[in-house]
């Protein structure tokens, strides 16, 4: 599994981005130029390999679930094509300010009750407490970083390169 990469754009950095939607080599190359960029990484969030089980729990009906739970990992709309290359996503502003106050109730235990009642078809082979506390760790982060993005009026740009 990769891992997962949240990044806070402002409207000069999510422009090249967004006029690359569609063109994965290109928005694959830009992606990682704004992952060298130390300015840039500064403000984003890695979510390591919890973000699967972060989107299983919170979405376990991918981009048909609720909305904003789905933005937390799945963002507002994809970026991408090929779904076997990657996974990029984009939530505008107004979007992330969303899915920050959705985060911003969504208490540990609230999460654990969403994690207990994963579908099993969704679950991985280290379902359990110990994955369960991992993903509750990269919660947390994601939680700080909403909270600045929305502050900051940022987009926000999730990606899993495969």
Known sequence: MQLGLHFRLDEAEIAPVLAAAGDDARLLRLLARLEEDPAV???ACETDKAWDPIACALSPAGEDGPWPARGVIGGARPLHVDDE???VTHLS???AAEVAGFLHGLDD???SRAYATM???LRNPEYGPDEERYALGWLSELRTFFAAASAERAHVVFSVLH
Request: net charge negative; hydrophobic share 35%; aromatic share 20%.
């Open 41 to 43: 990484f500064a403000r």
């Open 85 to 87: 290359e990657s996974w």
């Open 93 to 95: 502003p107004d979007e």
């Open 109 to 111: 235990a609230q999460f």
């Open 119 to 121: 579908p099993e078809e």
